[in-house]
T-cell receptor, first 117, second 118 residues
Framework: DSGVTQTPKHLITATGQRVTLRCSPR?????VYWYQQSLDQGLQFLIQ???????AKGNILERFSAQQFPDLHSELNLSSLELGDSALYFC????????????????FGPGTRLTVL | AQTVTQSQPEMSVQEAETVTLSCTYD???????LFWYKQPPSRQMILVIR??????QNATENRFSVNFQKAAKSFSLKISDSQLGDAAMYFC???????????????FGSGTQLTVLP
């Protein structure tokens, strides 16, 4: 158990819908990362938050957005869903006590399996 | 941009034997971190081992060790005394060393599916 929790475990929805994935980082971790794992694209970085602020964006679609709340949990919002959005979405967290720290390691949650029908 | 290549989509090893998984990467930076993550059928991503590029000594974690060749940009994972529980997808990942405010995302290879034969 990495200490990172993600809900829900599974999500089945229809095209055009909107869903919210939730992540709670390990206790004390300030950084949260979202990754997408799909069969055709592999594991791809989506977005990173540090202590409530967006720090980096990867291959995240405009239909997707995220935020990190004051209690440090994060939500990934996916809207206007398409069949191709079906994937496993991971959240990871790291200590990053301050952004100058270079030794933090990312620990992954169990993932949310999204199926778009 | 950094890229990570795992050229072996699948590998198999006999239980109790040793296997080596290959990984190469491309970067123009001199300081960075490399990782191996394991993804068993449960789909959980589990950190196996990490290596700091500035360290010449290869990292080891019990039965897992790496062969880090910085000049060749190669980072292979050796699993000794393979066990049935080692069967999983293994991902090599790169992360640049960061300064304040920099991004810390991981760049992953495409993975190697390891089968352990009894």
């Amino acid at each position: 158990d990495s200490g990172v929790t993600q809900t829900p475990k599974h999500l089945i929805t229809a095209t055009g819908q909107r869903v919210t994935l939730r992540c709670s980082p390990r206790s004390g971790d300030l950084s949260v990362y979202w990754y997408q794992q799909s069969l055709d694209q592999g594991l791809q970085f989506l977005i990173q938050y540090y202590n409530g602020e967006e720090r980096a964006k990867g291959n995240i679609l405009e239909r997707f957005s995220a935020q990190q709340f004051p209690d440090l949990h994060s939500e990934l919002n996916l809207s206007s869903l398409e069949l191709g959005d079906s994937a496993l979405y991971f959240c990871a967290s790291s200590v990053a006590l301050h952004m100058g720290s270079s030794t933090d390691t990312q620990y992954f949650g169990p993932g949310t399996r999204l199926t778009v029908l | 941009a950094q890229t990570v290549t795992q050229s072996q989509p699948e590998m198999s090893v006999q239980e109790a034997e040793t296997v080596t998984l290959s990984c190469t990467y491309d970067t123009s930076e001199s300081d960075y971190y490399l990782f191996w993550y394991k993804q068993p059928p449960s789909r959980q991503m589990i950190l196996v081992i990490r290596q700091e590029a500035y360290k010449q000594q290869n990292a080891t974690e019990n039965r897992f060790s790496v062969n880090f060749q910085k000049a060749a940009k190669s980072f292979s994972l050796k699993i000794s005394d393979s066990q049935l529980g080692d069967a999983a997808m293994y991902f090599c990942a790169y992360r640049r060393a960061v300064s304040s405010g920099s991004a810390r995302q991981l760049t992953f290879g495409s993975g190697t599916q390891l089968t352990v034969l009894p």
